[in-house]
């Protein structure tokens, strides 16, 4: 064994390799010594192999901890994912030593919420699962493993309540999963890309990073999945509704949720048709506003010299410029400068006669709005959405627009997350709720 393993790994200067001898017993160990824990490669090798108080032979057999590993082309995965090849009486047995590098009770970074817990999911797979086994104490939860990509190996482990989940959605998973090719997959966002979600407009599975997220997802039936060393998991299927869904509105009472709920739609609609309306009302038909509003929109634009959609595309500009700063800049330097930024630029392009001051408004608009959108992925969708909107604007005016969000409509209502419909308006765990509360009633 430990000639194929000098081969396999030649120029490895990390590979540890020993021949262990005792009165009664010789048994060869192999492993990737910066891959592996030290202290359980002695606590369970070393030490019983030395000390004899048992015989190790008897203790490989009956601890679990040791499996067999019959296959001699799986011994360099093995050995890359953090496990020690023993060779006992000419057999082969892995023991799990790997050496997890984690943040020790991680925060929530992206879904902050203000009553909920403030724990999130963590990059190694058995800490995640030891905290939605916590929150979700139900021993229909089911755990599946899988390995993506051809080159890395990934682990990635589906959750699921064996008695909620559908099971053509379960199988369709586990089908779409056998089929991913890529070498590499690092990131749980490569997977939802492999998974089928790289040329859409809209992500059809959710990114989250919070716990009770994920449990409330199992309740409804959904098919969760953890990937190794990404501390955010994939729920799925996902539905247009669920992304306007805040963690907050399990907390808040029921008028609160509805009221919040009606201004992220409202949000969503301004983020993605304000723009392009600006462009037909100033350019088509400005008769749709009062006559004092519309002089005071073309009191504005008078020292503007070219037309408004050119305008709208260089406060875009400057606004798209601004947030991905705000992403890159290091934290303790990027809400002060995008702040100033913005500031400075705003003004100086109304005065400069490069934009309007109404055009301003609507950019701020627009901004705001797109930062109400709870779960990021579909945010940043939608922030893309109102850029082909304008260009039927140029042309057509408010016709135009109306034609672009009928396609939109229509291109929602034709897309599926798995098979499921995905913008349906009644979600299967509602109905299921409300059949509940008949039947408690009754």
């Known amino acids: 064994m430990l000639n194929r393993i000098n081969t396999l790994f030649a120029e490895s200067r990390d590979l ?18 910066t891959l592996c824990d030290e202290s359980k490669v002695s606590d369970f ?12 032979e008897e203790l490989v057999l009956t601890n679990p901890v040791f499996k067999r590993l019959d296959d001699p082309a799986k011994w360099a995965d093995t050995i890359l994912h ?34 909920g817990p403030q724990i999130a999911l963590s990059e190694d797979l058995i800490d995640s699962v030891n905290i939605i086994r916590s929150r979700y104490p139900n021993p229909e939860l089911a755990v599946e493993e899988r390995t993506v990509g051809t080159m890395s190996k990934t682990r990635v482990l589906l959750l699921f309540d064996k008695r909620r989940v559908d099971p053509t959605v379960l199988t369709g998973v586990r089908e779409k999963l056998d089929r991913v090719s890529i070498p590499m997959i690092s990131a749980t966002g490569e997977l939802a890309r492999a998974l089928g ?8 599975m959710m990114l989250t990073e919070r716990p009770d997220r994920v449990c409330t997802g199992i309740q409804d039936g959904k098919i969760i999945l953890l990937i190794q060393g990404s501390m955010f998991a994939l729920i799925l299927p996902a539905t247009f509704f669920n992304f306007m869904n805040a963690v907050d509105d399990h907390y808040d009472s029921f008028w609160m949720t509805r009221c919040l709920l009606a201004l992220r739609y409202m949000a969503v609609i301004l983020t993605v048709a304000l723009p392009a309306l600006y462009v037909a009302i100033v350019s088509y038909n400005p008769e749709l506003f009062r006559v004092q509003l519309t002089f005071s929109i073309a009191g504005s634009r008078s020292a503007v010299p070219y037309p408004s959609f050119i305008e709208v595309f260089i406060m875009l500009f400057m606004i798209e410029a601004l947030i991905e700063a705000s992403v890159r800049l290091p934290k303790y330097i990027g809400s002060t400068a995008t702040t100033v930024g913005g500031l400075i630029l705003g003004q100086a392009a109304q005065q400069a006669g490069l934009v309007s001051s109404i055009m301003i408004i609507v950019t701020s608009v627009v901004a705001i709005s ?14 893309f959405l109102k850029y082909p909107l304008i260009i039927p604007a140029i042309f057509f005016g408010i016709s135009g627009v109306t034609i672009g969000l009928f396609c939109y409509l229509v291109y929602l209502a034709d897309m599926r997350s798995f098979g499921k419909p995905y913008f349906r308006i009644i979600s299967k765990s ?13």
Not at 45 to 56: A, M, S
């Open 370 to 383: 797109n930062f109400v959108i709870p779960v990021n992925n579909m945010s940043g969708s939608i922030r």
């Open 82 to 115: 953090g496990f020690v090849l023993i060779q006992l009486n000419g057999k082969i047995y892995q023991l799990d030593a790997a050496r997890i590098i984690r943040n020790e009770n991680p925060q929530t970074m992206v879904e902050t919420v203000i009553a």
């Open 16 to 33: 540890t390799m020993n021949r262990l001898q005792n009165d009664t017993l010789s048994i060869e160990i192999a492993y990737i010594a």
């Open 197 to 204: 979600d790289r040329y859409r407009l809209f992500p059809t």
């Open 430 to 442: 509602a109905s299921q709720s409300g059949d509940i509360g008949q039947v408690n009633n009754e």
């Open 45 to 56: 090798i070393l030490v019983p192999f030395t000390k004899q108080e048992h015989p190790f």
